[in-house]
């Protein structure tokens, strides 16, 4: 069974410009959380989608965007970047039972120059 | 708001000795769950083990234990027999049980473990 897969791996951004990152849950997994990883906040919750609704949001401003398509791959976008949003994004997969247990990728990282 | 706190940065042992890594977390809620998660320097996370807030029983997973204390809000990892491959950043981290919580994990700083040879 495939894991938790994200694209792309790497990519630097210059501010100002927009990004859009990608995951591949699990096959049968129809929620997709993301979360951010910095040094120095550590890993904050994005957002999650369940089934093409965003069921829980995290305190990011709102140039942090999400969906989910009907086979839960899900997508985030960053819009007009900052230095500041230089970050390892990671997303995570779940089959949303009460175990909670989560299924992450390897992460995409950001850089913003 | 839920907050979880790692108070060490970074631990090292020595190679097939044992070592407790120490979690605290601040809620009001009475049932949820609690994480132990590992991110080896190749950074894909994995869970080590889990407790549900309900279950006196501390869970365990082969060479993985937990200390959970529901009273002192403290979830601590004990790793016996440790191994080169389990060098990793270690993340404690919280889930809330209430039917809206969804998989929102609220996580620790995270703690860097060290295995000597």
């Known amino acids: 069974k495939a894991g938790v897969t994200q694209t792309p791996r790497y990519l630097i951004k210059t501010r100002g410009q927009q990004v859009t990152l990608s995951c591949s849950p699990i096959?049968?997994?129809?929620?997709v959380s993301w979360y951010q990883q910095t040094p120095g906040q550590g890993l904050q919750f994005l957002f999650e989608y369940f089934s093409e609704t965003q069921r829980n949001k995290g305190n990011f401003p709102g140039r942090f965007s999400g969906r989910q398509f009907s086979n839960s791959r899900s997508e985030m976008n960053v819009s007009t970047l900052e230095l500041g949003d230089s970050a390892l994004y990671l997303c995570a997969s779940s089959q949303d039972t009460n175990t909670g247990e989560l299924f992450f990728g390897e992460g995409s990282r950001l850089t913003v120059l | 708001a839920q907050t979880v706190t790692q108070s060490q940065p970074e631990m090292s042992v020595q190679e097939a000795e044992t070592v407790t890594l120490s979690c605290t977390y601040d809620?009001?809620?009475?049932?949820?769950?609690l994480f132990w998660y590992k991110q080896p320097p190749s950074r894909q996370m994995i869970l080590v083990i889990r407790q549900e807030a309900y279950k006196q029983q501390n869970a365990t997973e082969n060479r993985f234990s937990v200390n959970f204390q529901k009273a002192a809000k403290s979830f601590s990892l004990k790793i016996s027999d440790s191994q080169l491959g389990d060098a990793a950043m270690y993340f404690c981290a919280y889930r809330s049980a209430v039917p809206w919580g969804g998989n929102k994990l609220v996580f620790g700083a995270g703690t860097i473990l060290r295995v000597k040879s």
């Open positions: 809620t009001s809620e009475s049932d949820y769950y």
């Open positions: 096959s049968g997994h129809r929620s």
